[in-house]
């Protein structure tokens, strides 16, 4: 039912930056009520948590791999979560991946697990040169 886009993905190089959009398909006047989360893949492996965003603009977590380099932040009004991605490097290279889940209990990093997640856009591809 809560249908998410993702935006903002291409080619960067080592060091560079790069900032994702993940959007509702239509208003939806509870989004400020659901943890985002965001993930990415690569072909072939398992999808990795990166970082999630606590309901409301409250806390959020990271992935010790991207920690101090990429954040989350949300625009509720606008129905909109962000996450950008500093200082990337060739391992950042993947399809990102935003996620919603109906508020409930935020435990940090246990959101960033996929199986808490209901909805699901379809992904954006992020290139960092070699």
């Known amino acids: 039912q809560l249908q998410l886009v993702e935006s903002g993905g291409g080619m960067v190089q080592p060091g560079g930056s790069l900032t994702l959009s993940c959007v509702t398909t239509?208003?939806?006047?509870?989004?400020?009520?659901?943890?985002i989360g965001w993930f990415r893949q690569v072909p072939g492996k398992e999808r990795e948590g990166v970082a999630c965003?606590?309901?409301?603009?409250?806390?959020?977590t990271y992935a010790d791999s991207v920690k101090g380099r990429f954040n989350v932040s949300r625009d509720n009004a606008k129905n909109m979560v962000y996450l950008q991605l500093n200082n990337v490097d060739p391992e950042d290279t993947a399809v990102y991946y935003c996620?919603?889940?109906?508020?409930?209990?935020?435990?940090?990093?246990?959101?960033?697990?996929?199986?808490?997640?209901?909805?699901w856009g379809q992904g954006t591809q992020v290139f960092v040169s070699s």
């Open positions: 965003i606590a309901s409301r603009g409250g806390s959020s």
């Open positions: 996620a919603a889940r109906a508020s409930g209990y935020y435990s940090g990093s246990d959101f960033l697990f996929d199986y808490q997640y209901d909805y």
């Open positions: 239509e208003f939806t006047a509870d989004f400020d009520l659901y943890v």
